[in-house]
């Protein structure tokens, strides 16, 4: 939504947490949040030197931004620097739960430790967040949470079975905490991707890339930007009548 009639972005006062926000999808939403005006806290897991990157690119550009190291996958550590950061900052009006993890392999290799980890880091965490600062944005009422699921909890994908298993489970997440919260002003929205350009989808084979380009109807990759711009629209106090929904960003993929 940018910059509002007075020049000031839309977002503007508000505190936002980003995890796993050193790179890829997680480091654009940062930038985009800060642009917008939010005061960005950046959550990164071992990286530092990225995530220190991602706040000197913000503040290069007279944004606001902060530094937080934690694992989601940790929920004595989650606890602590949840509470660290409402001490620090007064209060966090939008969380997105963007960190996340893959074990890519056929079921029939899968080991359980695998499933659990996957499970553990990318839909337990998702909870541990988000109960984490629910408490404070109830009191405030208002909130804006967006938890990044995939195209893959929609369609599936070979190989991804803890992967799309734990990004479905984000989508019965997502809504049942809608119902939960929307009395309290409080908006909770999942963003599924695509294939969107990242390192990770730098690095397939030329001959997988090609076969995934195939179904897709717009015929490229999708950029973070885009995704970016989708949660930053979500994140806005001016879309407080949006909750519980799933929005695509995968260039027809899934309809």
């Given at each position: 939504m940018g910059a509002d009639a007075s020049g000031r972005g839309g977002l503007d006062g508000l505190i936002a947490l980003v995890t796993g926000a050193s790179r890829g999808i997680g480091r654009a939403v940062a930038e985009r949040l800060a642009q917008d005006g939010a005061t960005v806290v950046i959550n990164y897991v071992k990286n530092r030197a990225a995530a220190e990157d991602v706040r000197a690119g913000i503040e290069a550009r007279n944004g606001r931004a902060e530094v937080c190291q934690f694992d989601i996958a940790d929920g004595v550590a989650v606890t602590s620097a949840?509470?660290?950061?409402?001490?620090?900052?007064?209060?966090?009006?939008?969380?997105?739960?963007?960190?996340?993890m893959s074990i890519d392999t056929l079921l029939v290799r899968l080991k359980e430790d695998e499933w659990e980890s996957v499970l553990n880091t990318n839909l337990t965490g998702v909870f541990r967040c988000t109960k984490a600062v629910t408490r404070s944005m109830m009191k405030q009422r208002f909130g804006r949470i967006i938890n990044l699921t995939s195209v893959v909890a929609q369609t599936g994908n070979t190989g991804q079975a803890a992967y799309s298993a734990a990004k479905a489970g984000i989508i019965g997440f997502t809504k049942t905490m809608a119902k939960e919260l929307a009395s309290r002003s409080i908006t909770v929205n999942a963003v599924a991707p695509g294939f969107i350009e990242t390192?990770?989808?730098?690095?397939?084979?030329?001959?997988?890339?090609?076969?995934?380009?195939s179904h897709i109807p717009a015929g490229r990759w999708g950029r973070v930007e885009e995704v970016a711009d989708t949660v930053a629209f979500l994140a806005d106090p001016r879309a407080g009548y949006i909750t519980g929904q799933i929005i695509n960003v995968n260039g027809g993929m899934y309809m």
């Open positions: 949840t509470r660290d950061i409402l001490e620090q900052q007064g209060k966090i009006d939008i969380l997105v739960n963007n960190a996340g390192d990770m989808t730098r690095s397939l084979p030329e001959e997988a890339k090609t076969g995934y380009l």
